[in-house]
């Protein structure tokens, strides 16, 4: 925990909290005092005791269907009179070449990852604005800092989040509603990371260039852990980024900045 961050009276939304950097941001929301509510499509099991614990309420919700959302920042609004916080970490990968990738795959990606998004931002503004503002924070990607040839359609998802972070910024910024975007990468014990190490054929071997990619990942020797990203989270929805909007943070370990020498 942070002490000197309190988010005590404030209520939070966090989509895709099931899982990983999703569930990391829920918990340290709420341990730092916030109502926060978990929207996903599902529930399992070994989370509720600990969201129990700490006051997290779970509501089911499918990003991609815009009533779900709006029934959910509803939820959360009627249980608590206000809404502070959204994270729109709800998102889905799609390792495939472009002439590869059907319809339905376009769809599914860019409506998990930048349609739930923007209709999450377009439910959270009237709640927010009757109480003087708040906070948003979009969960990209560093793949929305740096397009990367062997996900396209997953680049180009991430990279319009960053542009609908900067563009909201700029439209909602009289009302005092702050929206931000992390991009982290790579991140270890999330389902999209497992889902893709499982896929692999030599796991091990994945795991290694993955971490070589990212200079500060390779000098650690490791993933970065959800709750580094969480930890971003928190700051930009404190007060202490009270004016800190439009930004994308790259968490990455360097990943975005290019390829280092090879005596890096």
């Given at each position: ?177 702050r929206v931000n975007a992390v991009c982290p990468g790579p991140v270890g014990e999330t389902e999209m990371m497992n ?70």
């Amino acid at each position: 925990m942070t002490p000197s961050i309190d988010l005590s009276g404030q209520t939070a939304l966090v989509t895709g909290a099931s899982n990983g950097i999703g569930r990391a941001t829920a918990v340290l929301l709420a341990e730092h005092g916030a109502k926060v509510f978990s929207a996903d499509f599902r529930c399992p099991e070994e989370d509720q005791e600990h969201f129990h614990s700490l006051g997290i309420t779970s509501l089911a919700c499918d990003v991609r269907r815009e009533t779900e959302l709006a029934s959910a920042i509803g939820a959360a609004t009627e249980q608590t009179g206000r809404l502070d916080i959204l994270v729109n970490n709800a998102g889905i990968g799609m390792v495939k070449p472009v002439e590869e990738v059907t319809e339905d795959d376009w769809d599914a990606c860019i409506d998990t990852n930048l349609k739930g998004p923007f209709f999450g931002c377009r439910h959270a503004v009237a709640p927010m604005r009757a109480t003087g503002g708040g906070s948003i924070v979009n969960v990209s990607s560093n793949a929305g800092l740096l397009p990367r040839a062997h996900d396209p359609v997953y680049s180009i998802s991430k990279l319009a989040l960053v542009g609908l972070t900067r563009s909201l910024a700029l439209c909602l910024a009289p009302d005092r509603i702050r929206v931000n975007a992390v991009c982290p990468g790579p991140v270890g014990e999330t389902e999209m990371m497992n889902a893709d190490l499982e896929a692999a054929d030599d796991p091990a071997a994945l795991t290694g260039a993955m971490i070589a990619a990212s200079p500060l990942a390779a000098a650690w020797q490791r993933m970065i852990d959800p709750a580094e990203v969480a930890a971003s989270v928190l700051f930009l929805v404190s007060d202490a980024a009270v004016m800190v909007t439009g930004t994308a943070i790259g968490i990455d370990g360097g990943k975005s900045l290019g390829v280092p020498p090879r005596n890096c």
